[in-house]
T-cell receptor
Framework: GENVEQHPSTLSVQEGDSAVIKCTYS??????FPWYKQELGKRPQLIID?????GEKKDQRIAVTLNKTAKHFSLHITETQPEDSAVYFC??????????FGAGTRLAVHP | ETGVTQTPRHLVMGMTNKKSLKCEQH?????MYWYKQSAKKPLELMFV???????ENNSVPSRFSPECPNSSHLFLHLHTLQPEDSALYLC????????????FGPGTRLLVL
């Protein structure tokens, strides 16, 4: 069945460092890859997304890359700040009536 | 933040109670979803509705019963729940089901005693 694997499950960085979270997907029909940020006690919110006709997308300090051949995509956060601390979820969609979510990465940015 | 709303925000119920969770979206979307989020677990998709028709049921126990009377409203009826059903229940909506951005509600935190 369809599956999205996300690594690492936890990530701890110093303020100002970069953070990278990686996901792989199994369904070759997937064509939409969003990333969500969920702060403690809050709802998941979309921070960036990419479609399969694009290899990279950037929005200020965050960027996402997609390798369709290898079926993996990554989130890159540069110059991390304490407010970046949250759980990040990747997802893949397009092949079915739903998004398939990864298990999440808990990012801690230490001042 | 007001695109998808959920009530109640918190709910405590006994195992013999019957309660309902409500979700409303003000985005003009055609698809709505129920997710369960337990501590230290990934988002678990429960149900998907497209234009008020259920298109996905992820092997959810019958003690959870969804209802979608129109494309703006989604309910989750609960009865004879178990303590392990305690979790955050999130509603989401998207323009169409599948490869589209989903917008989440704030969730209902449920505690089953």
């Amino acid at each position: 069945g369809e599956n999205v694997e996300q690594h690492p499950s936890t990530l701890s960085v110093q303020e100002g460092d970069s953070a990278v979270i990686k996901c792989t997907y199994s369904d070759s029909a997937s064509n939409y890859f969003p990333w969500y940020k969920q702060e403690l006690g809050k709802r998941p919110q979309l921070i960036i997304d990419i479609r399969s006709n694009v290899g990279e997308k950037k929005d200020q300090r965050i960027a996402v890359t997609l390798n369709k051949t290898a079926k993996h995509f990554s989130l890159h956060i540069t110059e991390t700040q304490p407010e970046d601390s949250a759980v990040y979820f990747c997802a893949a969609g397009g092949g079915y009536n739903k998004l398939i979510f990864g298990a999440g990465t808990r990012l801690a940015v230490h001042p | 933040e007001t695109g998808v709303t959920q009530t109640p925000r918190h709910l405590v119920m006994g195992m013999t109670n019957k309660k309902s969770l409500k979700c409303e979206q003000h985005l003009g979307h055609n698809a709505m979803y129920w997710y369960k989020q337990s501590a230290k677990k990934p988002l678990e998709l429960m149900f998907v509705y497209s234009l008020e028709e259920r298109v996905e049921n992820n092997s959810v126990p019958s003690r959870f019963s969804p209802e979608c009377p129109n494309s703006s409203h989604l309910f989750l009826h609960l009865h004879t729940l178990q303590p392990e059903d305690s979790a955050l229940y999130l509603c989401a909506s998207s323009q169409e089901p599948g490869g589209e951005t989903q917008y989440f509600g704030p969730g209902t935190r449920l505690l089953v005693l």
